[in-house]
């Protein structure tokens, strides 16, 4: 029998560090996915694409808040796979899979309506207007539960300040993009799309109100409103408008989706508020994710200081 | 099917979503919100044995199938089982047992008014299903007490179209279900004084076990 002589390797096919080093990680994972998946967990969470896609989406330079709540913050994996996003699914557990190949860039913002230069905007030119800041905030849906989100932008009124609104402008309208072909959601009418929400302007003004690109010190994921999103954290949930391609600024009230919808149980103004019910269920208590006591929900979300805004209006009407 | 061994697999195999909740639960796989999981699981379990159920009648007639009749019972006290899971979850993992607050939702909240009234009608038909009850009752008063079923389950599926926010896909498709069985009742019940033809021409032959 011949016993031939292994060929030298050419350098080529010798393997590079950082490959090398990838391959490493990946059967580490993989390793890991193995035993989770022996383990009982979900495939949904395996299949989640936070912990890949966004490795390297780490926001620089983020600057701390006064702003921010000492509570304990709600885990980043229950953030980003629990979320009220109906353009891809009314399911809060779809979102996550559904959103992610969603395409947010090339991302363009328009800023129209009352202001002195209309103007387009890349969506990486707005995100740069402001120093990027983590508010870790209180977030109370109107369905009954919150969660505690550091999230990570800067102040509405950065750019309010910058679109130079005209004296007419009282409100602040803000679209979500309508593209059904990446938003399963939208094929549907469980909605009147594109999704629209908005502020009077003194709201849109508090610095309390963030415009948001990013949470846990990375980029936003796409399920929860990338590339750019609000955060109003005194309001319910479903006022902080996501994945937004147009502020515009408008003398009349802007009409918002879930008013439109269901005028009677979604008002324009949608303060939390434990003394309001929602007309089919208590909004006295809440369920902190991960908690399993209800907590009592505080007004205004435990954001006292937008009180002022309020002073003089009833409530009960303007729910 | 008369193999002996058929009746354990179908009662064991309706244990199957609680099975799956509890190995989800014990895993912490329930997702970020596992009370809402919980609720909302069972509660769609409820819908599906009530529907079960129902279907049974319509079934072993149109393909017949007789012994069909065997396992309605059985069907019937699941959805019943997951009821009483369901109501449990609420009073408990939502309300924690704060009778103030349940008595102003079962009065002020119609979701909560029309799913307890579709739970508490459930009980006595629990109560009343065995033999001996048919026999006490005599078949034409269980039968009619049992009719009560078409009304806990209406009740089921408003009080799941009242609960939603938007999105209806899912309630309705339990509604149409529903007044597919429904109707297939009012049919059978209407055609045969309509039609010319002696009466009992669909009547289907009366059996032992009354109908509903």
Known sequence: ?319 | MKVSWFKPVVFLACLIPLARLGWKAYNGALGANPIEVITHSTGDWILRFVLVTLAITPLRKLIRQPWLIRYRRMFGLFAFFYAVLHFLTYIWLDKFFDVHEMLADVTKRRFITVGFTGFVLLIPLALTSTRGWIRRLGGKRWQALHRLIYVSAVAGVIHYVWLVKADLHKPLEYALVLSLLLGYRIVSWALPKIKTRPAGALQPKRVNVPEV
Not at chain 1, 32 to 59: T, Y
Not at chain 1, 213 to 235: C, H, I, S, T
Not at chain 1, 250 to 276: C, D, H, I, K, L
């Open chain 1, 1 to 319: 029998m011949l016993i031939r002589k292994a060929p030298d390797i050419p350098s080529s096919e010798i393997t590079g560090k950082g490959l090398y080093l990838n391959r490493r990680k990946f059967l580490a994972s993989a390793a890991m996915a193995g035993a989770a998946a022996v383990a009982g967990v979900g495939l949904r969470e395996l299949a989640s694409p936070s912990a890949v896609a966004l490795a390297n989406a780490k926001i620089d330079g983020i600057q701390k808040s006064s702003f921010s709540t000492t509570e304990t913050i709600t885990p980043f994996k229950d953030v980003s796979n629990y979320n009220n996003y109906y353009e891809f699914s009314t399911d809060k557990y779809e979102p996550a899979g559904l959103a992610k190949d969603f395409k947010t860039r090339p991302w363009t913002v328009t800023i129209d309506g009352l202001v002195k230069k209309k103007q387009v905007l890349d969506v990486d030119t707005v995100i740069k207007m402001a120093t990027p800041e983590e508010r870790i905030y209180r977030h109370r849906c109107v369905e009954g539960w919150s969660i505690v989100v550091p999230w990570v932008g800067f102040s509405l009124n950065e750019l309010i300040k910058k679109a130079e609104p005209l004296g007419k402008a009282k409100f602040v309208e803000f679209a979500t993009v309508y593209d059904p072909k990446q938003m399963p959601g939208q094929q549907g009418r469980v909605l009147d799309w594109p999704y629209v929400e908005g502020l009077r302007m003194d709201e849109a003004m508090h610095p309390l109100a963030l415009l948001c690109f990013g949470m846990y010190g990375e980029v936003l994921p796409n399920q929860d409103g990338a590339p750019l999103r609000m955060v109003l954290p005194w309001k319910y949930g479903f006022k902080s408008a996501k994945a937004i391609v147009r502020i515009r600024f408008t003398e009349s009230q802007p009409v918002n989706t879930w008013n439109r919808s269901a005028p009677n149980e979604y008002g324009f103004y949608s303060n939390v508020n434990p003394n309001v019910d929602h007309p089919r269920w208590s909004q006295a208590k809440e369920r902190r994710l991960g908690e399993f006591f209800k907590r009592p929900t505080l007004m205004f979300n435990g954001y006292d200081q937008v009180a002022s805004l309020y002073s003089g209006m009833d409530l009960k009407k303007y729910f």
